[in-house]
């Protein structure tokens, strides 16, 4: 069975940094491209960033979080993560990984970032 | 990468068939085949309906359909239920990012 478990939200300081960990299993995980989408309160589904299956060469930013955020992956743990630096209020979200093949058919059951002082 | 244009929400009674448009530009939505649609219950994960504009993943009642015409794609569902209540997006992937609708709230009357 295909799991995507995201970890690592909380409370953060605007100018703060997080790093959130996606913890696939049941597929091969190096082999399939993975996406951060998001879901600020009372808002619709956002795309933040996606790196492809392999050793990730390629990654792709919203212009949202462009030059703040990095994906990145280690096929060796199967895990996925974002490393959000610059938090802005703006940032607050639910922030889901999903496996993406031209669209997505997993998504995990996301994790709350809240950035306020 | 601005958002693809969905009806904030609509309505109908069980049984009754609703849909739900997206519009976009020749871009995204008018110029490719991956157009996914997601059903969202507040506090779970997505789940994936439609994919390749008309494509229907395993599991998905048959109730659901897709379809495209220019710029803009419609996610069809006939015999309304209950449980269909929740947010619904549209999503597109034009090659170098990933855009959504802004979602649509069916509600099950």
């Known amino acids: 069975e295909v799991q995507l478990l995201e970890s690592g939200g909380g409370l953060v300081q605007p100018g703060g940094s997080l790093r959130l960990s996606c913890a696939a299993s049941g597929f091969t995980f190096g082999s399939y491209a993975v996406n951060w989408v998001r879901q600020a309160p009372g808002k619709g589904l956002e795309w933040v960033s996606a790196i492809s299956g392999g050793s990730g060469d390629t990654t792709l930013y919203a212009d949202s979080v462009k030059g703040r955020f990095t994906i990145s992956r280690d096929n060796s743990k199967n895990t996925l993560y974002l490393q959000m630096n610059s938090l802005r209020a703006e940032d607050t979200a639910v922030y889901y990984c999903?496996?993406?093949?031209?669209?997505?058919?997993?998504w995990g059951q996301g994790t709350l970032v809240t950035v306020s002082s | 990468q601005s958002a693809l244009t969905q009806p904030r929400s609509v309505s109908g009674s069980p049984g009754q068939s609703v849909t739900i448009s997206c519009t976009g530009t020749?871009?995204?939505?008018?110029?490719?085949?991956?157009v996914s649609w997601y059903q969202h219950h507040p506090g779970k994960a997505p789940k994936l309906m439609i994919y390749?504009?008309?494509e229907r993943p395993s599991g998905v009642p048959d109730r659901f359909s897709g379809s495209k015409s220019g710029n803009t794609a419609s996610l069809t569902i006939s015999g309304l239920q209950a449980e269909d209540e929740a947010d619904y997006y549209c999503?597109?992937?034009?090659?170098?990012?990933?855009?959504f609708g802004g979602g649509t709230k069916l509600t099950v009357l």
């Open positions: 390749g504009v008309s």
């Open positions: 999903a496996r993406w093949i031209e669209y997505y058919d997993y």
């Open positions: 999503c597109s992937f034009p090659g170098t990012y990933v855009v």
């Open positions: 020749s871009s995204d939505v008018g110029g490719y085949y991956y």
